[in-house]
C-alpha cells in the first residue's frame, strides 16, 4: 500500500475483525449487558425465594428458628446447655410425667446402652420437630416408631429398681461378667 492508496474518508482498517465504526462490537456488548441483566434477574428471584423460605423458618427478631405447627410442645434448649441430660429432663415432662415405667431414670449416664438410645433419640426428635428440614411425616414417624421402639428397648438396658428411681447394680450384667472371668 502507497500513500497514493491511502484515502483518509475511508474506514481504518480494524485488526479484530470487525467494522471500524465498530457497530457489531457494540451490538456484542448490548447482547452481553442484556444476558447478565437475565442472570442477575433470576439470581434476585431465587435470593427472593430464598428469603421468603427463611421467613417462614426463621425469627429473624429472635435468630432463631421457628417453632414447627406440629410440635406442640416448646422445643428443648439445644445450645449453650449439656445436651442429653437438658434432652433427658424435657422429655420426661413432656413424654412420661405420669408414668415411671415411661419416664428415662435418673441414672441413665451409668448406663453406656441406654446413654446411646438417648442420644440417637435426642437427634431424632430434634430432626424431626426442630430442623430447617423438619417435616411432619418425620415427627409422625419419630412418635409412632423411634418412640414405642426407645420405650421397649429402654426396659433391656436397665435393671426394674433404677425405674423406681433407686438405681442398682445390673444383676444380669454382674452375673455375665463373673461368668465370663470364671
Known amino acids: 500500500m502507497s500513500e497514493d492508496d491511502f484515502d483518509p ?9 470487525g467494522s471500524a465504526r465498530g457497530e457489531s462490537e457494540v451490538e456484542k456488548l448490548r447482547k452481553e449487558v442484556e444476558a447478565l441483566r437475565t442472570a442477575v434477574d ?10 421468603t423460605v427463611l421467613g417462614k423458618l426463621i425469627d429473624v427478631r429472635e435468630g432463631k428458628l421457628k417453632r414447627a405447627p406440629w410440635c406442640y410442645h416448646e422445643p428443648p434448649p439445644m445450645k449453650d446447655v449439656d445436651v442429653l ?22 441414672c441413665w449416664q451409668e448406663h453406656p446402652g441406654l446413654a446411646a438410645e438417648i442420644a440417637t433419640l435426642a437427634v431424632s426428635w430434634q430432626r424431626a420437630f426442630h430442623d430447617a428440614k423438619a ?17 421397649q428397648r429402654m426396659h433391656l438396658w436397665i435393671p426394674a429398681n ?6 442398682g ?14
Not at 417435616?135 to 420405650?151: E, I, K, T, V
Open 9 to 17: 474518508f475511508d474506514e481504518p482498517t480494524d485488526f479484530f475483525g
Open 42 to 51: 433470576q439470581q434476585r428471584r431465587a435470593i427472593e425465594a430464598i428469603d
Open 85 to 106: 441430660p437438658t434432652w433427658v429432663a424435657w422429655f420426661n415432662l413432656r413424654y412420661a410425667p405420669l408414668d415411671q415405667n415411661k419416664r428415662i431414670p435418673y
Open 135 to 151: 417435616n411432619s411425616d418425620a415427627a409422625q414417624m419419630w412418635h409412632d416408631r423411634w418412640l414405642p421402639g426407645f420405650q
Open 162 to 167: 433404677c425405674l423406681d428411681d433407686d438405681h
Open 169 to 182: 447394680i445390673d444383676e444380669r450384667r454382674t452375673h455375665s461378667l463373673q461368668n465370663r472371668q470364671a
